[in-house]
């Protein structure tokens, strides 16, 4: 079982670059999350998504960022322009919808803008 | 106030001892409370899964939920220096899942 997969591990960009995301969630798993934590605020929830829609969007920060699921095993968290305050561990998690609670995790991106 | 409050520590005591980590919330519609531990430069993996009030033992580690005074504890007996990481609790009420998240306790058992 291959679990919740991010890439990148490590992301390092400057300023006003684009910087994209990547999460493959458990296989058979219909919900999936984006979370960012920092050791000021935690964990946030950014978006969630059911069945490849996104049901709520609320936590994402500003218009600068973006999220897709165009299929079952595939998603996308994009930022655009990236700001130094972005800086962060972005975690994706996916669960099955009737056990929402029972997030699985992956090993998060660490985001560095400088 | 926040919705849950949880001591950041760390917290740190000998391996072998009896550890005791704790929530408050103030949110009564909370019914689902769980238990994530984090280890360093990894995910959140759930630990302790608990509806309602009442206990729940998985091996070395107890849940324990009190919802008249808002209160959630995870103990873990014969800790051992494995233990070692941040243990962040979490609790939602109708909407599954929307989580609502401690801050964590980084926990520390020395060998």
């Known amino acids: 079982d291959a679990g919740v997969i991010q890439s990148p591990r490590h992301e390092v960009t400057e300023m006003g670059q684009e910087v994209t995301l990547r999460c493959k969630p458990i296989s058979g798993h219909n919900s999936l999350f984006w979370y960012r934590q920092t050791m000021m605020r935690g964990l946030e929830l950014l978006i969630y998504?059911?069945?490849?829609?996104?049901?709520?969007d609320s936590g994402m920060p500003e218009d600068r960022f973006s999220a897709k699921m165009p299929n079952a095993s595939f998603s996308t968290l994009k930022i655009q322009p990236s700001e130094p305050r972005d800086s962060a561990v972005y975690f994706c998690?996916?669960?099955?919808?009737?056990?929402?609670?029972?997030?699985?995790f992956g090993p998060g991106t660490r985001l560095t803008v400088l | 106030q926040k919705e849950v409050e949880q001591d950041p520590g760390p917290l740190s005591v000998p391996e072998g001892a009896i550890v005791s980590l704790n929530c408050t919330y103030s949110?009564?519609?909370?019914?689902?409370f769980m238990w994530y531990r984090q280890y360093s430069r990894k995910g959140p993996e759930l630990l302790m899964y608990t509806y309602s009030s009442g206990n729940k033992e998985d091996g070395r580690f107890t849940a324990q939920v009190d919802k008249s005074s808002k209160y959630i504890s995870l103990f873990i007996r014969d800790s051992q220096p494995s233990d070692s990481a941040t243990y962040l609790c979490a609790m939602s009420g109708g909407s599954n899942y929307q989580l609502i998240w401690g801050a964590g306790t980084k926990l520390i058992i020395k060998p």
């Open positions: 998690a996916s669960s099955l919808l009737r056990t929402e609670n029972e997030q699985f």
């Open positions: 998504f059911n069945n490849n829609v996104p049901i709520d």
């Open positions: 949110n009564s519609a909370f019914q689902y």
